[in-house]
């Protein structure tokens, strides 16, 4: 590539830091373009390495991101330019180390406010090795049709509403960024559109200067004509003064310096920029404009006039025969982001999944539309949480209160329950806490722990069928099912098991009803007449006492019987008994107990003899 230009359609470059915006607004110019390859090739980020996933045009890729920017120049010898993102205090290291690198031959800094002397250096280094710096403090340049850095020209509507997507033949140097798009608009009205713009920067000492630009466009064939905006503030435009003066500027060439209202304030005034400030008369903008004017440049009498004389210039060169104008094409549709698209109301998507609980959208979680905030200070407690997120209800206090009770009550039933077996036999295999809280969580079923909903599904079943507990009893043996929730192998009548009685004398004091529970104690009558074991167990019990409430709060039968079809009920034994199980696993953890191997003694070997199985 020829030393007078910087960019073409097949730039490619290195993005330093991890700005996901701007990364994806240089791959939608790049697709409006028609590029046959994206305009980068890889990000460095410090912190991290892996791939950034991203769209080309309808199209996801990946871009590589690795950790030094060695290493990104090393896989990727091709890309020429590195967009440089970093801070204002690593710039200047990392832009050095960037200009030591042979492949990499223009950075353009981003960040502002970097110490004068550094970017100094950092042009000096630069000139020496015949290499380019675009900044600091810039957005960037553009060249139509060709390539961008990072966010110059701002979003895709802005870059196909100024035809920045096909080349044009208008080249303009800026220190404003955001007059650059300015330019971008002003030029693209009032010619065949924009060849390249480049913003230098607003800082005193510019990595490149607008001479440095100017006459880079001077060589370069495509460039038909030249814009310059400067303003008040530095000497910069006084290059281009004496280059207009001693013929190394021929082309045709409009200018104007931005704050000719300075004069109108008694004191010199910064207007943004570091540089843009008058410390002489001459750095003045009147008198830069005059000087342009004197050395032959077009000088518009105001900025509203300066797409004017643009085209009064482009007009001229196309009638002289000097320049054919570009033609203009469709773009190449860039396709809307789905979340831009949505917040404007453009596509209706159906969603996968519905959540009636839950909403963490906001600044706060909601649960089932209470604020996480009012849950707590409220007071609410874990049973005002399972009200809410298991049944969308807010539980009065005895409702909350029931279901502490009975995960307390659950909590756990010694190590020797297969459940607590599992999980304390998996521990002391060396498992984690998590795959040892599975291992015995997967024991609960039918035969254990599983029994709470099946003992509010048939007593809720007969109490509703208005059936005599007699009927219960007689119609589930003839059916040949045990009743869920009724049988102990080790309490009976005459020794009670002590968490049913807690159960029982809350709900008597608390419940505002108890149908179900006074019909499962009629039934425990009947069986227990037969065998004083087969009392209401605690599943039992908890099963019942949980129609109970359900009914007492209002839900309606079917509603009930629907929640017991969820396993909600079974979820509190779970919930509860999890409680016991992981403190069966730490306590095993902090014994350092060895792996657990069955004594041979508790096992009958009944294995067949040889000629048994002949």
């Known amino acids: 590539m020829s030393n007078y230009k910087l960019f073409d359609k097949n730039t490619q470059a290195i993005i330093f830091g991890y700005q996901q915006r701007a990364i994806q607004r240089m791959l939608d110019f790049d697709y409006a373009c028609e590029r046959k390859n994206p305009s980068i090739v890889?990000?460095?980020?410090?912190?991290?390495?892996?791939?950034?996933?991203?769209?080309?045009?309808?199209?996801?890729?990946?871009l590589p991101i690795y950790t030094s920017i060695k290493e990104a120049a090393e896989k990727h010898p091709q890309a020429d330019v590195?967009?440089?993102?970093?801070?204002?205090?690593?710039?200047?290291?990392?832009?050095?180390?960037?200009?030591?690198?042979?492949?990499?031959?223009?950075?353009?800094?981003?960040?502002?406010?970097?110490?004068?002397?550094?970017?100094?250096?950092?042009?000096?280094?630069a000139r020496q090795k015949g290499k380019w710096i675009i900044g600091p403090a810039t957005v960037g340049a553009i060249k139509g049709g060709a390539f961008k850095i990072g966010n110059t020209g701002g979003m895709i509507d802005n870059i196909i509403a100024s035809r920045l997507h096909r080349p044009g033949s208008v080249a303009f140097v800026s220190k404003s960024?955001?007059?650059?798009?300015?330019?971008?608009?002003?030029?693209?009205?009032?010619?065949?559109?924009?060849?390249?713009?480049?913003?230098?920067?607003?800082?005193?000492?510019?990595?490149?200067?607008?001479?440095?630009?100017?006459?880079?466009?001077?060589?370069?064939?495509?460039?038909?004509?030249?814009?310059?905006?400067?303003?008040?503030g530095g000497r910069d435009e006084y290059d281009i003064v004496n280059a207009l003066k001693t013929g190394k500027i021929t082309k045709s060439?409009?200018?104007?310096?931005?704050?000719?209202?300075?004069?109108?304030?008694?004191?010199?005034?910064?207007?943004?920029?570091?540089?843009?400030?008058?410390?002489?008369?001459?750095?003045?903008?009147?008198?830069?404009?005059?000087?342009?004017?004197?050395?032959?440049?077009?000088?518009?009498?105001?900025?509203?006039?300066?797409?004017?004389k643009i085209k009064e210039t482009f007009d001229k060169l196309v009638k002289e025969g000097k320049v054919k104008p570009k033609p203009d094409r469709e773009p190449k549709k860039t396709p809307m982001d789905l979340s831009t698209a949505i917040t404007e109301g453009m596509v209706r998507i159906p969603t996968h999944f519905v959540s009636t609980i839950t909403d963490e959208r906001g600044d706060q979680p909601m649960y089932a539309g209470v604020p996480l905030t009012e849950v707590v200070e409220n007071g609410y407690g874990i049973g005002g949480v399972i009200g809410l997120l298991w049944f969308k209800k807010e539980l009065p206090k005895w409702g909350t209160g029931f279901i502490e009770l009975v995960l307390q009550i659950v909590a756990d039933h010694g190590?020797?329950?297969?459940?607590?077996?599992?999980?304390?036999?998996?521990?002391?295999?060396?498992?984690?806490?998590?795959?040892?809280?599975?291992s015995g969580l997967l024991t609960i079923g039918p035969r254990f722990g599983g029994a709470i909903d099946g003992a509010a599904y048939w007593f809720k079943k007969f109490h509703d069928e208005a059936k005599e507990p007699k009927e219960m009893v007689d119609d589930m043996k003839a059916m040949d099912i045990l009743i869920p929730g009724i049988g102990h192998r080790v309490k009976s009548v005459i020794n009670p098991d002590k968490r049913v009685e807690l159960l029982k004398k809350y709900a008597r004091e608390n419940f505002p009803k108890t149908d179900y529970l006074d019909y499962a104690l009629a039934v425990e009558k009947v069986t227990t007449a037969k065998r004083d074991n087969l009392i209401l167990n605690v599943d039992g019990c908890v099963g019942i006492l949980?129609?109970?409430?359900?009914?007492?709060?209002?839900?309606?039968?079917?509603?009930?019987?629907?929640?017991?079809?969820?396993?909600?009920?079974?979820?509190?034994?779970?919930?509860?008994?999890?409680?016991?199980?992981?403190?069966?696993?730490?306590?095993?953890?902090?014994?350092?107990?060895?792996?657990?191997?069955?004594?041979?003694?508790?096992i009958l070997y009944a294995s067949p003899k040889k000629e048994e199985i002949k």
Not at 42 to 62: L, Q
Not at 188 to 211: C, H, K, M, Q, W
Not at 212 to 228: E, K, N, T
Not at 415 to 433: E, Q
């Open 42 to 62: 890889a990000i460095v980020d410090p912190t991290r390495d892996g791939y950034h996933k991203c769209f080309w045009g309808p199209e996801e890729i990946i």
């Open 82 to 125: 590195m967009v440089n993102f970093a801070s204002f205090r690593s710039a200047y290291p990392r832009t050095r180390e960037a200009l030591e690198i042979d492949s990499i031959r223009t950075v353009a800094i981003i960040a502002e406010g970097i110490p004068e002397r550094y970017t100094r250096e950092l042009a000096a280094i």
């Open 253 to 308: 060439l409009v200018a104007w310096c931005i704050g000719t209202c300075s004069k109108m304030f008694s004191a010199g005034v910064q207007f943004g920029h570091a540089g843009a400030k008058a410390r002489t008369d001459l750095e003045t903008a009147d008198a830069k404009n005059k000087a342009l004017k004197e050395a032959g440049a077009v000088v518009p009498d105001s900025f509203d006039d300066l797409g004017k």
């Open 546 to 602: 949980f129609v109970d409430m359900l009914n007492s709060l209002g839900f309606s039968k079917q509603e009930i019987s629907d929640i017991i079809e969820t396993g909600a009920l079974n979820g509190l034994f779970v919930l509860g008994r999890s409680i016991g199980f992981m403190g069966h696993i730490l306590d095993q953890k902090r014994l350092k107990e060895n792996l657990y191997r069955h004594p041979w003694n508790d």
């Open 415 to 438: 190590p020797a329950v297969s459940g607590a077996h599992n999980a304390i036999i998996s521990a002391r295999a060396g498992k984690d806490l998590i795959s040892s809280l599975v």
């Open 177 to 232: 960024g955001g007059l650059l798009n300015e330019l971008n608009n002003i030029v693209s009205r009032n010619s065949d559109g924009v060849y390249e713009g480049i913003a230098i920067g607003g800082d005193l000492y510019p990595g490149s200067t607008f001479i440095d630009h100017v006459m880079r466009f001077q060589q370069d064939p495509d460039a038909a004509m030249i814009v310059l905006l400067g303003e008040v």
